[in-house]
Every structure is written in C-alpha cells, then in structure tokens.
C-alpha cells in the first residue's frame, strides 16, 4: 500500500470536512505542495480545502495562485472550521512556531524539515533528507500512476526551483529526479515568468536597507532587519550566503513577540539547523535542516541589560570557532 493510499484511507473516515493546512505565510513549495496534494485527494474522492493563516508577503507567491488558478483561503474567513474537521499538514508540523494550531484535529502530516517528534498524527510522511515538499507529493504521483495536470506539474516543479534555490542548496537524488520528471510535462514559460515577480517594488527599499546594515566577521555574515516580513529576511539571508568568503548567515529581525532568527550555511562543517540552535540554547528555539534553518527567541528571555547583537554575535563565533 502506497502512502497515498493510507492518507486516502483515513481521510475517508473523517467525520466532517477534510483541509490542508500549509505553515503560515505560505512560500511557493508550501503553496505547491498542497496544491498538488489536493488534486491528488480529488482523485480518491476527497474534497479539500486549503487555509492558512497570514497574508502572502513574496510577490512569486501571489502571482502562483494567478497562473495556476490555485484558491487558498484565510482560516478565519471559513465559517464553517471546527473541531470535528481534519487537516492535513503540509510542509510544516505541529509545534513549530510558523504554524497556527487551528480548532481543527491535525490528523496528518507530509513534511521535509526535522523530526519534531510524535504529536498524535494518524498518518506522517516526514523526511528530513528531501530538499522540498513538492518533491515527495509529486512521488505520489508516480508511485500510484496518476497522470500530473500541467498547472499542477509546473507548480510543483516550482516549488522544488524554489525551495533547493535551482538544485543547489540542501538537495537530494529524489528533488534531482522530480525535477526533470516534471520539467518535460510543466509550462516553463510559466517558470519564466515566475522568476520575474519573485519580489515587489516595495521590497526594493527594505532589501536597500537591510543590506546596508551587513557585517562580516571572517566567513561569518551577519544581517539585522528592522521589523522585515519572514520572506525578506530568508531572502536577504540567501543573498548575503552569495557574497565571496561568506560561507555562513546569521539574520534576525525583531517581532512584537519576540526576535526571529534565519540561518544560512554552505560550509559543510557548520550545519545551518546546529548553529540557530547552539545560538539560542536556553532562550529560545529553532530548527531547519543542514542548509538552511530558523529560529524564535521570545520577548520574554530577551535581558534588558544585554545587547542582542553582542549575544548573537558572541554565541555564533564560539560556535563557528568550536567547528574550526
């Protein structure tokens, strides 16, 4: 039995509606990710709906809901969500600080970030190893037969662009062979244009500053952004990693609750995940994969009488001397 077959099994047993929950602020694998997979429920007879919780902030994103006809809807404008409903989530799970515990039953989970233990899923298909999200639904695809609509090829080959940053960063055999599998049945005319509208022309003002306030200390960069949405700040992040003899990202930006962190690393002996957490021992939380990985620390452990950026600073170059 595929694991298409056992999520389609138990959905079949929910009491009332079924929905699919991508993590808040939707990127473009979340937003592929459950676009494929609700198709691919459509298939087996299940109706599902995604939501999600906040605004769309990248440009890319907004304009994928345009070219592939795809219909996301904030949770808190569905009246009908309650306790007996089930989701699914999609590229996210269940404690993470990027997901909303909606008053649904959080039945399943497909996810690529780490293991963050069991949290009572009927069904989970989570693998740290895959580059993206859209990578394991579109295996879903082909392990069960199921013809791949251009739209939904396309998105999905979208997702695996986006979230590997072209193959490069964080990628496995499996993304390596859903890309092409996908890239003969999608419109790249479509991928094109997506390129083209990855960020908005109010964006252009908060990556001037953000750049501006850039510090490199040997191969380690750091970027603080003032009050920056999520996406800019993991954009900004994977731009500054560009700059040469910069081989790790330290980024964080103040919230009303707290400061949010983004790590970047393509230094194989320091793990991007290892770094935000070693980084926020004792005050916080984080987590991502190798690559790549983020972090929270809440404004209640933040001490008046410390300087942020002299802590952050302090505990990343330990951490990187400690690997040197």
């Known amino acids: 039995m595929s694991k298409l077959d056992e999520l389609v099994n138990l959905l079949k047993k929910a009491p009332d509606e079924v929905f699919i929950q991508p993590h808040n602020v939707p990127d473009p694998d979340a937003i592929a990710s459950s676009f494929g997979l609700q198709y691919l429920l459509k298939q087996r007879g299940i109706t599902a709906e995604i939501v999600y919780e906040n605004e769309l902030e990248k440009a890319n994103s907004t304009k994928m809901l345009e070219l592939f006809d795809i219909e996301l809807r904030l949770a808190g404008d569905v009246d009908t969500l309650g306790k007996e409903d089930w989701t699914v989530l999609v590229d996210v799970q269940k404690g993470n600080t990027n997901v909303t515990d909606l008053v649904t039953d959080e039945v399943a989970v497909i996810d690529h970030h780490e293991y963050m233990g069991n949290n009572g899923y009927k069904f989970e298909d ?45 990628v496995s055999e499996n993304d390596i062979n859903m890309f092409y599998h996908l890239y003969s049945l999608s419109d790249i005319s479509l991928i094109t244009e997506l390129k083209g509208n990855q960020i908005s022309k109010n964006d252009l003002a908060d990556y001037a500053r953000a750049f501006s306030m850039v510090e490199v200390y040997g191969e380690l960069g750091f970027l603080y952004l003032d009050n920056c949405n999520d996406s800019l700040l993991g954009a900004a992040s994977d731009i500054v990693i560009t700059i040469a003899g910069v081989n790790v990202v330290v980024a964080y930006s103040p919230r009303d609750t707290g400061i949010k962190f983004s790590t970047r690393s393509i230094d194989d002996k320091v793990k991007a995940n290892d770094l935000v957490r070693y980084i926020l021992e004792g005050v916080g939380f984080g987590g991502g994969h190798n690559s790549m990985a983020g972090g929270f620390l809440p404004v209640a452990n933040l001490e008046e009488s410390k300087s942020l950026h002299t802590f952050v600073r302090h505990r990343a170059i330990t951490f990187i001397e400690e690997k040197n």
């Open 126 to 170: 989570i693998r740290p190893e895959i580059g993206a999200c859209s990578t394991i639904i579109a295996e879903y695809y082909m392990e069960n037969d199921i013809a791949i609509p251009r739209n939904v090829a396309t998105a999905l080959l979208y997702g695996i662009f986006m979230d590997t940053d072209n193959l490069t960063r964080g």
